[in-house]
């Protein structure tokens, strides 16, 4: 089994692409992108797009697609982080403004799906759904308050509805279901085959990447880097998990770890008596969950948190993985898909993903300093990082439309508390999770402690 570099996906398709050469000296643009993930690639695209004119760079301390978007589960999700009630505050309409931001995530899956026809990107994008399932019965409890939840907030059961156990298992057989929820607006997609399609594209549309380039400082109209300063109009931050490295952000983005496994290609008979033809994504109702898809070269991929968080803000560019989080993913998939007991599990790899302190993704430009950023994706990024593309690209061009006035544009989050107070409370709080789980597991009920968990790490 292989573990660490860049994971399988980048693997998968031969590695990455040969590098490109790193910024030279001072430049000056009209737009400077600070990280060539998703966020950066596709504000670049859409910015472009709209205005062919703009000088627009994109700054990478790695390679393309090095963080979370070459690294994460491959769910092009219509859903995002955070409880409603947040992205509410502050807002004159409050359910229709949530519902509108809702419904444009939807659209945005759509959206992604539009742009790979158009420009022939193979990204194996399939929009099978969603498949939510429940293992016990406080999972099922709390997966139907989730889809009753969704119906007071707008949504209709073309949105979110339950299913039987019936329903279920003419989809997909996990052992020890339940029941389960399903929704339609989340896609498949090999991560690491979008990220390079989108990043030969905005190229081909005059964009300029630079690698091995780090950002050391991001101020007012510039960004600065070892061969000098970037002065532009527009600064993007598009660092996500990484943005702690950014003087004066330590403390705005957590970076969380996530660990995935792949296994070896399961053989016909495996895939008879799991079902799975429809190609939805899959994740429990556990409070510390887990996501799988199953892939275009008919393997499983399977992740979720391991060592959720390091001291300082740290990250591991190398995404070693503990081999204690490897078999606790093993086991897991054993425990859903008896039918994959024995398939070996070829590569282990891991990544970090911002976290806000509230939870909530955030979009935001200031035409005085000509700051502009987006992220807090919690892990839901490949998607939202798209409408965060779009929003930045009217908010820059100064253009109001229904996009910029979104309950996710100009949102603060609060700051996360210094050290050792924030690498104590998330450790806290997810050894009280996974006690939580042990819990509902032996006793078939929701756990009052998680919910004391959810209020106090401002989840709920």
């Known amino acids: 089994m292989r573990t660490g570099e860049l994971g399988y996906w980048w693997r998968s398709i031969g590695g990455q692409p040969p590098p490109r050469p790193p910024l030279a000296g001072p430049a000056h643009a009209d737009v400077v992108i600070v990280g060539a993930g998703y966020t950066g690639l596709w504000t670049a695209y859409y910015l472009k797009r709209a205005q062919p004119s703009l000088e627009i760079v994109v700054l990478e301390r790695e390679r393309a697609g090095f963080g979370a978007s070459g690294r994460n589960g491959g769910w092009v999700s219509g859903f995002f982080s955070g409880p409603a009630r947040v992205y509410e505050r502050g807002t004159r309409t409050l359910g229709a403004s949530f519902v509108e931001l809702q419904r444009t995530m939807f659209d945005t899956v759509d959206e992604i799906a539009a742009v790979l026809r158009e420009h022939q990107i193979d990204a194996g994008f399939v929009k099978g759904g969603r498949l939510t399932v429940a293992l016990n019965g406080a999972q099922l409890r709390r997966l139907r308050e989730a889809v009753a939840h969704s119906r007071a ?46 990043a030969d594209t905005v190229e081909r549309l005059g964009v300029r990447i630079y690698e091995s380039t780090p950002v050391h400082a991001i101020r007012p109209h510039e960004a600065l880097t070892p061969a000098g300063g970037v002065r532009a ?3 993007v931050r598009a660092t996500e998990g990484y943005t702690a490295d950014l003087p004066g952000l330590r403390r705005t983005l ?24 429809g190609r939805e994504v899959l994740d429990d109702g556990a409070h510390v969950y887990v996501y799988l898809q199953r892939t275009e070269d008919g393997r499983i991929a399977i992740g979720g948190r391991g060592v959720p968080y390091r001291f300082g803000s740290r990250t591991d560019g190398r995404g070693a993985t503990a081999v204690a ?5 093993r086991a897991k998939l054993r425990e859903m898909f008896p039918g994959a007991a024995d398939v070996r599990i070829e590569h282990a790899w891991s990544g970090v993903l911002g976290v806000p302190r509230d939870w909530c993704v955030s979009v935001d430009a200031d035409p005085q300093s000509g700051l502009a950023w987006a992220g807090g994706y919690v892990g839901e990024g490949v998607a939202a990082a798209n409408l965060a593309g779009r929003t930045l690209r009217d908010l820059i061009l100064g253009e109001s439309s229904a996009l910029t006035t979104l309950p ?15 690498w104590s409370a998330i450790r806290v709080v997810y050894s009280l999770y996974r006690l939580a789980d042990r819990v509902e597991q032996r006793t078939q009920r929701p756990s009052a402690l998680a919910r004391l968990v959810d209020a106090a790490s401002g989840r709920e």
């Open 254 to 277: 957590v970076p969380m770890n996530s660990s995935m496994i792949i296994t070896e290609p399961l053989a016909a008979e495996a895939w008879e008596q799991i079902g799975w033809d």
């Open 153 to 198: 907030q707008g949504l209709d059961d073309q949105d979110l509805r339950e299913l039987t156990r019936g329903e279920l298992d003419s989809r997909l057989r996990v052992a020890g279901a339940l029941g389960a929820s399903f929704s339609p607006h989340v896609a498949r997609v090999h991560p690491a085959k979008l990220l390079a399609g989108l």
């Open 233 to 235: 109009s527009w600064v």
């Open 325 to 329: 989080t490897i078999e606790s993913l």
């Open 408 to 422: 996710w544009v100009g949102r603060a989050p609060g700051r996360w508390p210094p050290e050792p107070l924030r």
